[in-house]
């Protein structure tokens, strides 16, 4: 069985760009949390998804935001990119549901901003 | 919201020993723990978690308690081994959804 796919697995963009990543879940799961990764603020919740829809938000700018496709497949969008926003984004696929489920990270794309 | 206060923020043990990893939250209605361990260069890696119906779980060489009273649950390591070696990481989550909060985590040496 497939894990969980992030593409690309590294970016390198300069301030003012936006970027967009795409997490594709493990097959048969339909929840899609995203991530930030950094050394001074550790993992944080960015979003959830759940059969295209948003679930869950964690406390970030507007600038970023996120979809998911009928196939459960997820984008994440940055826009107007800081130099703060350089950190590893990592996705977590859940099979969803009304409870909690087992989530299952992905390797996470690395984004650097210049 | 939800908060996860995890300690040591670093652990040093021989080859052997145990390693015990603790976590504190503060949400009531937190009800799912999950550990995680991250290797360099990966995603995090689900390795136990806990409901909280569940008092203690087992898994071969790992362990998690949990006590709701006094809001803590514990990951332990017994007989280390270098490949134990890497950032753990518990997290915490009500019934809202699947968001998890993260601990600060611990990163964890084991010595041969």
């Known amino acids: 069985k497939a894990g969980v796919t992030q593409t690309p697995r590294y970016l390198i963009k300069t301030r003012g760009q936006q970027v967009t990543l795409s997490c594709s879940p493990i097959?048969?799961?339909?929840?899609v949390s995203w991530y930030q990764q950094t050394p001074g603020q550790g993992l944080q919740f960015l979003f959830e998804?759940?059969?295209?829809?948003?679930?869950n938000k964690g406390n970030f700018p507007g600038r970023f935001s996120g979809r998911q496709f009928s196939n459960s497949r997820s984008e994440m969008n940055v826009s107007t990119l800081e130099l703060g926003d350089s950190a590893l984004y990592l996705c977590?696929?859940?099979f969803g549901g009304g409870m909690n489920t087992e989530a299952f990270f992905g390797q996470g794309t690395r984004l650097t901003v210049v | 919201g939800e908060n996860v206060e995890q300690h040591p923020s670093t652990l040093s043990v021989q080859e052997g020993d145990s390693a015990v990893i603790k976590c504190t939250y503060s949400?009531?209605?937190?009800?799912?723990f999950p550990w995680y361990k991250q290797e360099l260069g990966k995603g995090p890696q689900l390795i136990i978690d806990i409901r909280s119906n569940v008092g203690e779980k087992k898994d071969q060489r790992i362990a998690v308690t949990l006590n709701k009273t006094a809001k803590h649950f514990s990951l332990h390591i017994t007989e280390t081994q270098p490949e134990d070696s890497a950032v753990y990481f518990c997290a915490a989550s009500s019934a809202a959804g699947n968001k998890l909060t993260f601990g600060g985590g611990t990163r964890v040496l084991v010595k041969p």
């Open positions: 977590a696929s859940s």
């Open positions: 998804y759940f059969s295209e829809t948003q679930r």
């Open positions: 949400d009531s209605a937190s009800n799912y």
């Open positions: 097959s048969g799961h339909r929840s």
